[in-house]
C-alpha cells in the first residue's frame, strides 16, 4: 500500500515560477549594501534628532560638512571593495545610525573606520600589537594587563585621577600570527585632540623604552626580559614597544567595534579578559559597547576640562587647580604663513614642487617659526621619505639658521634632528634692515 501523498500548493497548480515583489526588493537590497554599504536611505524621523546621512568620496570635503552640522554627527570612512588599495569614502552621520547599518551588513563586509577629526576632543586610545611568530615566549594578555596598569600609574602621578584595569574597553582582533588590540580609556577626562593625547602616550613610551628615575622603572626592572615585557622584535629583528605611537596623527582613521580590514575577517571584538564591562554590573547591548568604543563620543561619566598638552613637554604642575604639562615653549601663533614672506618663500623652495606648508607655528618670545608640511617627507635621518608620517621644518629667525625634524616615532626616540644649515642672508629681515639708511630709522 503506498502512503499517502500530501498535496502541496505548487504540485496541485503547478510550478510558479514569478517571484514575490517583496523577495525581490528585499534581495536586490541586500545584493546593492554588499556592494556599497554607503548607499542607505535612512527614513526621517517626526520626533527626536535630525537624520543626516552623507556619501562623500574626499575626507576634507566630510570634515567641512560635519563641522557645520549638529555636535553629535561624527565623520567615518570605510574602505571600498574592489577598489585600489587603501581607497575609501567617507559617511557624515550620527553613530546610532551607523550602527544600525553595520547590523544590516554581512560581519566579514564591515570594514568601517571612526575618523578622529583633528580638533576633536578625544579619549586616550591605544593600538597594541605583536608577531607572534617572532616572539614566541610573549604573553599578549599579561603584556596588556601590566601596560595599563604602567599606563593607569603615570596618569595618577601627572594627572592626580584615579584609573584602573575597570576603566578600560580592551577590543581584540588577534590572531594565530599576530597579537592585536585596542584600549579605548573610559570615565576619564578627554584630551583636546589627539595629538595632546600623543605627546602624554609618548612620554610613557619614553619611560618604557629607557632608564627612568619614576615608579615606572622599578615596575619595568623585573619584567624587561619576561613575558610580559612591552618590549617585541618586529620584522626587521629591531627591538620596539609593542605599542604604536603612529596612530596620534591629524584625521587619523580608527578602526570600529566589530569592524575588519577588507579581506581580512578578524573583526574588532570584545576581548576575553575585558574588565570595564564586567565593572558594569550588567550585560550592556553590543550597540552601547559601540558607542563607548568611539574615541571622539563622551562616556557618560565624562567630566572636568579638557587635558590640554604638550609635545615639548617638562614637569607637571597644577594650573587653576587642574594637573597640566608646562610646555617648555611659549604660546605661539599658528597660520598659513608666517610674518616673513621671504623666509616662507624659501621653504617652499625646499619642498617644491610637491610639498606645500600646512601650517606655521610662530613662537614671539624666541622669533622661532615651526612649519608643518604637507607632501613632501623626506627625511634626513632615513635618506628617504617617510610612507605615512610628516616633517617640519625649524627656522630661528635671529641667529638666521634652520634644520629639519619630523612626527616618526622612531626618529622622534632618538630626539633626531638634521644638520642646522644657514638661511640666505637676503631672506632675512636683518638684511632689509641694514639696506635703509639710517637717517630713515630714526
Known amino acids: 500500500m503506498c502512503a499517502l501523498k500530501c498535496s502541496t500548493k505548487t504540485s496541485f497548480y503547478g510550478e510558479n515560477h514569478k517571484r514575490s515583489p517583496l523577495v525581490e526588493k528585499v534581495e536586490q537590497q541586500s545584493r546593492r549594501l554588499s556592494r556599497d554599504p554607503a548607499r542607505v536611505n535612512l527614513r526621517r524621523s517626526l520626533l527626536g534628532r535630525t537624520r543626516v546621512w552623507k556619501l562623500l568620496y574626499t575626507q576634507a ?164 626580559a619576561s613575558r610580559t615585557s612591552p618590549l617585541v622584535l618586529n620584522k626587521s629583528g629591531k627591538e620596539v614597544l609593542f605599542c604604536d605611537e603612529a596612530v596620534y596623527t591629524r584625521n587619523r582613521n580608527f578602526r570600529l567595534f566589530q569592524c575588519t580590514k577588507l579581506n581580512k575577517n578578524t573583526p574588532l571584538v570584545l576581548s576575553k579578559s575585558d574588565c570595564y564591562v564586567r565593572s558594569l554590573g550588567r550585560c550592556p547591548e553590543d550597540k552601547e559597547i559601540f558607542l563607548d568604543s568611539l574615541i571622539t563620543w563622551p562616556h557618560q561619566q565624562t567630566g572636568g576640562h579638557l587635558l ?95 634644520y629639519q625634524k619630523c612626527y616618526d616615532p622612531d626618529c622622534r626616540a632618538v630626539s633626531f634632528r638634521s644638520v642646522v644649515r644657514p638661511i640666505p642672508p637676503e631672506c632675512l629681515p636683518s638684511f632689509w634692515l641694514k639696506q635703509i639708511p639710517d637717517e630713515m630709522l630714526l
Open 61 to 224: 570635503e566630510a570634515l567641512t560638512i560635519a563641522h557645520t552640522l549638529d555636535n553629535d554627527v561624527r565623520v567615518f570612512s570605510y574602505e571600498i571593495p574592489e577598489s585600489d588599495a587603501g581607497k575609501r569614502a567617507y559617511i557624515v552621520t550620527h553613530p546610532l545610525d551607523l550602527w544600525k547599518v553595520l547590523q544590516m551588513r554581512k560581519p566579514s563586509n564591515r570594514c568601517m573606520y571612526e575618523v578622529i577629526a583633528e580638533d576633536a576632543p578625544c579619549k586616550l586610545y591605544f593600538d597594541l600589537e605583536f608577531e607572534r611568530n617572532i616572539n614566541p615566549a610573549r604573553d599578549g594578555v599579561a603584556m596588556v594587563e601590566h601596560f595599563i596598569d604602567v599606563v593607569c600609574r603615570e596618569w595618577e602621578d601627572l594627572f592626580g585621577d584615579h584609573c584602573s584595569r575597570e576603566d578600560v574597553l580592551w577590543l581584540d582582533s588577534s590572531t594565530a600570527k599576530k597579537f592585536s588590540c585596542h584600549l579605548i580609556f573610559q570615565r576619564m577626562r578627554m584630551f583636546r585632540n589627539n595629538r595632546e593625547a600623543g605627546a602624554f602616550v609618548h612620554l610613557v613610551c619614553q619611560k618604557m623604552k629607557g632608564p627612568v628615575t619614576t615608579a615606572v622603572k622599578s615596575a619595568l626592572a623585573a619584567s624587561r
Open 308 to 402: 590640554q598638552l604638550s609635545a615639548d613637554c617638562g614637569a607637571a604642575k597644577l594650573n587653576n587647580g587642574l594637573p597640566a604639562f608646562v610646555a617648555e615653549r611659549k604660546e605661539s601663533v599658528k597660520s598659513m604663513s608666517s610674518p616673513y614672506p621671504d623666509i616662507d618663500e624659501f621653504i617652499r623652495g625646499l619642498i617644491g614642487p610637491r610639498g606645500t606648508i600646512r601650517q606655521v607655528s610662530h613662537f614671539v618670545d624666541t622669533d622661532t617659526l615651526v612649519y608643518d608640511v604637507l607632501g613632501y617627507r623626506f627625511c634626513e635621518n632615513i635618506g628617504r621619505e617617510h610612507r605615512s608620517n610628516g616633517i617640519m621644518y625649524v627656522v630661528d629667525v635671529n641667529v638666521g639658521s634652520f
